[in-house]
């Protein structure tokens, strides 16, 4: 089979690279070619060399105010990488319309609300303070408008009068390592019908 090559971009822990990564194997019709992060910190980085993934980092600080140079720097591992697929993991920088259009149809995104609700950041918080009775995640395309862009599959989790934005998101994050590999492997395969959990 040729498999589709999918890049991941993530900032931190990586949770959400460990379950697509996980997932790629047998038939499924793509494999990971690269991690990229902002943070040659990012605990993730490690999680993925662990599992034999090229890694690969940009710090974002020295630029500072210039986004396109960061950009610039960013896009020689990840198209040398070659991916058909990039998938932001946990990715905490904003990227600009430039750069998304690089990628447009097919760059992925998980974000933990249900969208179009509670685009940026401190959701689960925000979600608990409007008094809703549910919340979850939603993977997406990535459009040049921030969490924006076609839903491809969302995840409901049902909010507890105790909840603290913690246990919230501790509950929705299980969702999201169902649901983001899930999409992938459906998006992989060309089809672009929402995942719908659970
Ligand atoms: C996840 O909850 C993801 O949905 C969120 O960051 C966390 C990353 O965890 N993403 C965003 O908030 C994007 N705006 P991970 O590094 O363990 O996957």
């Given at each position: 089979?040729?498999?589709?090559?999918?890049?991941?971009?993530?900032?931190?822990?990586?949770?959400?690279?460990?379950?697509?990564?996980?997932?790629?194997?047998?038939?499924?019709?793509?494999?990971?070619?690269?991690?990229?992060?902002?943070?040659?910190?990012?605990?993730?980085?490690?999680?993925?060399?662990e599992r034999g993934i090229p890694t690969a980092s940009v710090d974002h600080r020295p630029f500072k105010g210039d986004r396109a140079a960061f950009e610039a720097e960013l896009l020689k591992p990840l198209e040398a990488a070659q991916p058909d697929i990039v998938c932001l993991a946990g990715f905490m920088r904003v990227l600009?319309?430039?750069?998304?259009?690089?990628?447009?149809?097919?760059?992925?995104?998980?974000?933990?609300?249900?969208?179009?609700?509670?685009?940026?950041?401190?959701t689960h918080a925000r979600a608990i303070e409007a008094g809703d009775g549910e919340h979850g995640c939603s993977v997406h395309?990535?459009?040049?408008?921030?969490?924006?862009?076609?839903?491809?599959?969302?995840?409901?989790?049902?909010?507890?009068?105790?909840?603290?934005?913690?246990d919230l998101?501790?509950?929705?994050?299980?969702?999201?390592?169902k649901l983001y590999p899930a999409v992938l492997r459906r998006y992989a395969s060309g089809d672009r019908t929402p995942v719908l959990l659970p």
């Open positions: 089979m040729n498999h589709k090559r999918v890049a991941i971009l993530i900032s931190g822990g990586g949770s959400n690279m460990v379950s697509l990564v996980d997932g790629m194997t047998g038939d499924h019709p793509a494999r990971p070619c690269l991690v990229l992060s902002n943070d040659a910190n990012a605990r993730g980085l490690k999680k993925a060399a600009t319309g430039d750069f998304v259009s690089r990628f447009q149809g097919r760059m992925l995104n998980i974000h933990p609300s249900l969208l179009p609700k509670y685009k940026g950041l401190n395309e990535v459009t040049a408008a921030l969490d924006d862009g076609p839903i491809l599959g969302q995840a409901r989790v049902n909010i507890e009068p105790a909840d603290t934005p913690e998101a501790a509950r929705v994050l299980v969702w999201e390592h």
